[in-house]
């Protein structure tokens, strides 16, 4: 006998604030625009061409939410839902204005060439953390803890990532600073799990770059 598929259990909490949303509570719907606008805004400045642009294709979706709230089913979760509104309507907006992001030709055409990159033996290729880096850089161990999560540290990560291209940008912020699944990532971007993993190695091995010139000059 086949196995039945698993059924779709929303995150705790969910269904009081889609009944929130749905009653007009503006403390509800504030909530969720201080938790996602954030990555709304990054993922949008993938489609389009200026951050004012973004800012209205983020408003945009968001007007968007509060309209067809009525009409969420929960056959997803309320974040995936909410992210697909705002890339469909970035996509729309991006179509207006001439501008596309060739995610299906990403792996090999995103104009980066033959640059180096970090050695795959560096990352771990399965189980829960394939992806990941296997060590740390070489006397990063040598270095002080306060100086490895220090604010200037931090901002070299985060000089590095506003570096990136927009599309490496959304992906390895919304999968290591925000957290989200591959799964997630995948589904709102509509990218292959061959391209957002290309996508994620490429943006990890620059930030990695950049951190261990900082780390290694600050070890000297």
């Not at 299906?104 to 990941?132: I, K, M």
């Not at 070489?138 to 990136?164: D, Q």
Request: glycine share 10%.
């Amino acid at each position: 006998m086949d196995e039945a598929e698993p059924t779709y259990a929303p995150p705790p909490g969910q269904d009081a604030i889609v009944a929130a949303l749905r009653l007009g509570d503006d403390r509800a719907f504030a909530a969720l625009v201080d938790e996602y606008g954030p990555a709304m805004l990054r993922v949008a400045r993938m489609y389009v061409s200026t951050r004012a642009v973004a800012e209205e294709v983020v408003q945009e979706a968001w007007l968007g939410v509060i309209a067809g709230i009525g009409r969420f089913e929960g056959r997803a979760s309320l974040k995936t839902w909410i992210f697909r509104i705002l890339s469909n309507t970035a996509k729309t907006r991006g179509a207006r204005e001439g501008r596309s992001v060739p995610f299906s030709s990403v792996t090999g055409g995103d104009g980066e060439g033959g640059e180096a990159s970090v050695e795959a033996d560096r990352f771990l290729s399965a189980g829960r953390w394939a992806g990941h880096w296997t060590s740390a850089p070489s006397r990063w161990s040598e270095l002080p803890e306060e100086r490895l999560v220090g604010g200037e540290t931090m901002g070299v990560v985060e000089r590095a990532i506003a570096s990136l291209p927009d599309v490496q940008q959304a992906v390895i912020t919304l999968r290591d600073v925000e957290g989200w699944s591959s799964d997630e990532v995948r589904n709102i971007l509509d990218l292959s799990e061959t391209n957002q993993r290309v996508i994620l190695h490429r943006a990890r091995a620059k930030v990695r770059r950049a951190l261990e010139a900082y780390l290694d000059g600050e070890r000297t």
